[in-house]
C-alpha cells in the first residue's frame, strides 16, 4: 500500500477542530488497509500570523510544495481585523493558490436526501440536487495588477482591482468544466456579462471556441451571471457543471452551497495542471469559513472536511475505493441519526465535532 | 396643476408593450387630476440601434438631459447577438447612467403577500420581505478604464476590465443608503470583499467614516459580499437598506428580487445629484429585462413598468399622494384577483398586458 505525504493545514477558526475530526478518519482508514498516509501540521491563516508574523511562511509554503495533497481548515477571523492588507490571513490562502497554480476550484453542492428539509428553498426545487461549479481561482480581480489605493490631489482616494483574463488561461478552465461534465450529465453553463465586461466577452469567446474544437458532442449554455444567480434560486436543477471566473465564482458557489442547506457539508477541491510526471498539485478545503463565533466548543461540522479528504482520495490518488468507503461512512452516520447543531432537525439530538467524526471513524 | 415632462424610452423586447400599459395609466392620472404629463417617446437600445446606427442617439440623450424624468421598458435580446460591443443595446443604457450620472440605483424587493407562494424560498422566509437595494450604478467595473482586449504574442488574447472607486464616489452613495435607512428602520447593511479587493477595503473605509461622521444613530453592519449572497437566500428578512458597488449590485439585487417571487413587479429609480436649481435627474425602470421569449404576445406584466412610474411621482416629483394612489390601485387590482402569467396562481385565469394596465387605470 502506497503511502502518500498529506500537508494538513488546520488554519482559523473552526478549523483546528474539523482538522482533529480528520485526524480521527485518518487514523480509521489506515486502521482499515484502505489507504495510508504521513501527516505533516503546519499554520496558515491568523495562526501563521500570530506565530511567524506572516499569513504563511515561505518554509510552509515549501512543504506545501513538497506534499502529495493540502488539506486545509479554513483562514480569518476578526481578530485580525486590524492587520494590513497584505498581512491580512486571506493572503495566506491566496498565495497557496497563486503560487502552487491552483486554477481549478471544484465545489459541488449536493442536497443530501436527509437534509433537504434544511433548505430555504422548497423541498420539490432543491431535493436531489447536484451541481459543480467550476470557479477559475487564480485569476481575474483576485491577483490582476494595479491593485492599490493611491491619494487624490483633492484629500480624497482612489483604489482600483484588475479584472484580467488571457484566453489561456480560461482555455484551461474550459477543458476542466467539459472534462468533468463528460463523465456527469454532459451540460456545462458558463457564467459571465459579456454585455458589460470586456473579460466576459473573451470568456464567452474562449469557452465557445473551446466546446466546438473538443466536446462538440456536449452541450454549451451561456447565461448572465447575473441571470444565472437569479436561475440558482428559481430553478436549480437546471444545472449541471456550471463555469465561470473568480469573483462569480466566489458569489455563486456560494449561493448553491446555501441553497442545498448542508454548507456544513460540503467539500472543495483546487487543482493545479497535471506536471511532465503526471502529477498535479491539490488542495482541499470545505466551502465553508472559520465560523468564529462557534470556534472551540465542539460544535462545528467536520463533515465538510472529511468529505475534502474524499474527494482528495478520489481526484490526487486514484482511490475511488476508499473515497467511496468514506463517503459511505458519511453517509451511514447520517443515516443513523448522527447530526451536528448545524443540521439537526426536530427529534434529533445534536452531537459534537469530536463526536462526528468518531462515529464516521466507526461506520468505516 | 403642474406638468411635468416625461421621456418614454420603451427600448426593445416586452419594453414596447409595458410601455403602451404605462400610457394607459397615464391617462388614467390626467383624468383623475392628480398628476399631469406631457409624453415624448424615443428609442434606446436594439430598436434604437436599428432605426439610427447606434442604441442611443445623441437627440434622444438631448432629450433625456431635457425631461424632467424618464421611464425605460427594456434594452437588449438575441437579435443583436453579434453586433459590435460598442453598440451593443446595453450601451445605449449605460451610456444614459453615465451621462446623466444617475449614480444611485435604487431597487426595493418587496414580497407581495398575494405572491408570497410563488417565491422559491418557504413562505415564513419571505412573507412580509421589504428590502431597499442601493446600487452604485456609475462606478466600478462597468466604466473603469482600461476595458479592452488586446493580443498577445503567442497568438492568444487578454482581456482587461478595470474596478475603480474614489472616496468622493463613495461617501455620496452612502449617503443616499444612509438617508433612505432614516427613512425605514434605520439599519444599512455595507457589502464588499475588502478580503480580497481594495475598492473593497476603501468602501468599507468610507462608509465607516460617513456612518461615524452624520448617521451614528442609526445602524451599520459591515458583510462580505459572497456572505451576503448567501445570507439572502437563508434569511432575507434580516435585511433593511443593503448598500453596494456596480457589480456585487447587479447580481445580489437580482437574486433579492428572484426571492420576492415578484420580478415582473418590482420598479427601481436610478437618480442623479441634485443641482443648484433643487433637481435631480432620473430614470426609473422595471427590474426584470427584455424578455425576448414572451415579447409580443400580450404577456409581459406591467406592473413593474407602472410601479416605477408611482417610484417617479414619489422621487421625482413628491407628488406622494398620486403615487400612494398609484400603487393603491396595484393593490387593488392584484386583490381583485387580477393576474398576468408570470404570477397566475392555482385557481386564476391569467390576463394579458393591456388588460392588466385597464384593471389599475380603472382602479384609480
Ligand atoms: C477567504 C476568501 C479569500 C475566499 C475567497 O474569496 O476566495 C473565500 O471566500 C472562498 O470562497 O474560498
Ligand atoms: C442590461 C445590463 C447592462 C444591466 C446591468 O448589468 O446593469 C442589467 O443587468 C441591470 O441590472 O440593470
Known sequence: MAS??????????????????LKTVLGALKETGLASFETETDLVGGSALDAHGVPLADATLQRAKDADAILLGAVGGPKWAGVPYENRPEAGLLRLRKDLDLFANLRPAICYPALAEA????????????????????GG????EPKEITSLPDGGKRAVDTQVYTSAEIERITHVAFDLAAKRSGRVASAEKHNVMKTGVLWKEVVTRVHAEHYAHLELEHVLADNCAMQLVRRPKQFDVLVMDNLFGDVLSDIAAMLTGSLGMLPSASLGAVDDKGLRRALYEPVHGSAPDIAGQDKANPIAMIGSLAMCLRYSFGLGEAA?????????ALAGGARTADIATEGTTPIGTKAMAEVIAQAL
Chains 1, 2 share one sequence.
Open 4 to 21: 502518500y505525504k498529506l500537508l494538513l493545514l488546520p488554519g482559523d477558526g473552526i478549523g483546528p477542530e474539523v482538522a482533529e475530526g
Open 119 to 138: 433548505s430555504a428553498l422548497k423541498r420539490d426545487l432543491v431535493e436531489g440536487l447536484d451541481i459543480m461549479i467550476v470557479r477559475e481561482l487564480t
Open 141 to 144: 480581480v483576485y491577483f490582476g
Open 324 to 332: 467511496d468507503a468514506l463517503d459511505g461512512a458519511i453517509t451511514d
